[in-house]
């Protein structure tokens, strides 16, 4: 107690001077040894002068005895403001003291306050959050269902001759010969997969391979994923193959007199006819890999057309020639037309809708119900206007339009006062028509994703011209983008587009901007886009350009004898003779490096 009144009588030491640690007298005498160890300048004189001149510290409050029975630290007090006394708590800064001798301090963890550790825990939290909505929208974009499927990979035949052999060319590269002639070939969707018939034998393209299948074959079908393959061979057997499966085919009939079958698009179930042994009759039959076929109650007089996935619908023709769908879960039959033009059939991807021509009228069924088409007669029919990039992949009767639904969509309306561009909506069970306007043929309407492209010639004027105009896809109001235009050109989304006038003069637009000349005059009917947005044309006899995307035409070759775009890749012909056989090149995806496919063949395929 003694000691502790001596601590606080003395005036000369401030309640600060009291909470002095050890830490502090250690800074001090290190500045003191260095400055002792410095040369003796003017600023180290005052700094020590000033050192000097500071109150004494009273080693007694730094230091504090341990005794040797307790080893118990002694606590100072501190007065509050308020004047009354309190022990002061030891401050975590203080060096650590072991009897009488001072020990160095070790460096304190760094610990961030408790809001500090909040926010960095929500910050991460947020972060975390908006990178899984990041991946989630790029997987929704990858994996989304699209509105159409595009091809976008091609493979062609070229047939040389003088050596009765086949060149097969895939996105602008030769990747072999076979022997023959090919007589027929199908894609799947994305042309990726291409089986054909060539000199009675059937491949089977992808990528790099070419894989015979089969021989003597009469025709086939192809998946419209193509993972699935069925043909006849030249015995009348009706063969049923899964390409990646390494077994061999399995033989469904041995007396399949008729090529009346058909795949699902995912190729697992088959509708077919096949012969009696006895009789003359023919008998309809279902081949599934998933157990869904349907009971059939009449087989006889059937002949398929186009079945769906899991058997959902049957589409076929009887004996006279009456079109019927079947609801493969009930069994239910409807009947679709009496007189259909069978040429006319367009399904849709999934075989849920269906368009024909049904006498002069055009009749469209949606998953089993027949859709009205009001203010339509029987004398008008309807013409499909698919998307410029939706696949289309002809069947043995009609063709599959690979594309989501058949409404929300453009037409072409045929009456008796010219061809009407109009859009078809659906509610329920009748069909809604727009009209957009007259136009001059379906040669001069393109649809795009942004937009619908169309001329139009003027009969009110005195004198008549062919206006360009656009109008948004979904919307029926048309804005007109040039008059005088004898053709146009747009590239594969609708954002650009090109046309001729009537002089001939080639030009370019980027839809919300003004036009742009690129050439005083070309081939017209030569005008042609890839799906890599490249336009193809003459300018003159022979001489094939090239503009990227509506860019300033630059030269491909000079002595071309003709050309043709498929999908990505542009063939042109070279030195060809009266017979057409020349030597063939290829430019895949626009790049400026030119590949020889194969000489000595005949040009087009």
């Not at 509050?80 to 003291?97: C, F, Y």
């Not at 070790?106 to 990178?131: H, Q, Y």
């Not at 119900?369 to 339509?376: A, F, M």
């Not at 081939?523 to 990227?548: N, W």
Request: glycine letters at 6%; one cysteine or more.
């Amino acid at each position: 107690m003694a000691r502790r009144k001596k601590i606080e009588s003395e005036e000369n030491i401030t309640p600060a001077k009291a909470e002095t640690t050890s830490a502090t007298e250690e800074i001090q005498a290190e500045s003191e040894e260095q400055a002792s160890k410095s040369a003796p300048t003017k600023d180290t004189k005052r700094k020590k002068k000033a050192q000097d001149d500071l109150p004494p510290i009273d080693q007694s409050l730094l230091l504090i005895p341990i005794g040797d029975e307790g080893q118990k630290e002694r606590k100072i007090e501190k007065k509050t403001p308020n004047g009354s006394e309190k022990p002061a708590a030891r401050s975590k800064n203080l060096p650590t003291i072991s009897g009488t001798r001072q020990v160095q301090k070790s460096t304190v963890p760094l610990d961030f306050p408790a809001i500090e550790k909040k926010n960095l825990a929500k910050t991460l939290l947020l972060l975390l959050i908006f990178a899984a909505v990041i991946v989630a929208s790029v997987l929704i974009f990858v994996f989304r269902p699209s509105d159409y499927d595009e091809r976008t990979h091609s493979v062609n035949f070229f047939y040389a001759p003088e050596r009765e052999v086949t060149v097969i060319a895939v996105d602008g590269r030769t990747r072999g010969e076979v022997s023959g002639e090919v007589s027929h070939y199908a894609y799947n969707g994305s042309g990726k997969i291409c089986a054909a018939i060539v000199g009675g034998d059937l491949y089977v393209i992808e990528g790099k391979q070419i894989e015979k299948v089969a021989v003597g074959v009469q025709d086939f079908v192809l998946s419209a994923n193509g993972k699935v393959l069925a043909w006849r061979s030249t015995e009348n057997v009706l063969y049923y193959d899964t390409l990646k499966d390494k077994n061999s085919p399995s033989p469904i009939t041995t007396t399949a007199t008729v090529p009346h079958y058909a795949l699902s698009p995912d190729g697992k179930e088959m509708f077919y006819t096949y012969a009696a042994t006895d009789t003359a009759l023919l008998y309809a039959g279902i081949y599934s890999c998933t157990d869904s076929a349907p009971y059939i109650q009449s087989p006889t007089g059937i002949y398929p057309i186009a079945v769906a996935n899991k058997c959902k619908y049957l589409y076929y023709t009887d004996d006279s020639g009456a079109l019927y769908m079947m609801i493969g879960k009930t069994g239910e039959k409807i009947p679709c037309g009496k007189e259909p033009e069978l040429s006319s059939i367009i399904f849709n991807r999934d075989y849920s809708q269906l368009i024909f021509r049904n006498g002069t009228e055009t009749r469209i069924f949606a998953k089993g119900e027949q859709i009205r088409l009001p203010g339509i007669s029987s004398t008008d029919h309807l013409l499909f206007m698919p998307n410029q990039r939706a696949a289309i992949r002809p069947l043995r009767v009609g063709a599959q339009y690979l594309v989501d639904d058949f409404f929300d969509q453009y037409y072409l309306l045929y009456t008796g006062s010219g061809i009407k561009l109009v859009y078809l909506e659906k509610k329920k069970s009748q069909a809604i028509i727009g009209d957009v306007s007259y136009v001059d043929g379906p040669e001069t309407v393109t649809v795009t994703d942004k937009a619908v492209f169309f001329l139009s010639t003027s009969k009110e004027e005195s004198t008549s011209r062919t206006k360009l105009f656009r109008c948004p896809n979904g919307k029926i109001a048309e804005e007109q983008l040039a008059w005088d235009v004898t053709a146009f050109c747009a590239n594969v989304d609708g954002s650009r587009i090109l046309y001729t006038d009537v002089q001939g003069a080639l030009y370019s637009r980027k839809i919300g901007s003004t036009s742009q000349r690129l050439c005083d005059s070309i081939v017209i009917e030569s005008l042609c886009v890839t799906a890599q947005d490249a336009f193809y044309f003459y300018q003159s006899e022979g001489v094939l350009m090239v503009s990227d995307n509506g860019e300033a035409p630059r030269l491909i070759q000079e002595d071309v004898g003709e050309f043709f775009v498929d999908a990505q890749t542009l063939y042109y012909a070279t030195g060809q003779d009266e017979s057409g056989v020349g030597t063939v090149y290829a430019v895949h995806r626009n790049r400026r490096k030119v590949r020889e496919i194969a000489q000595h063949v005949i040009g087009m395929s």
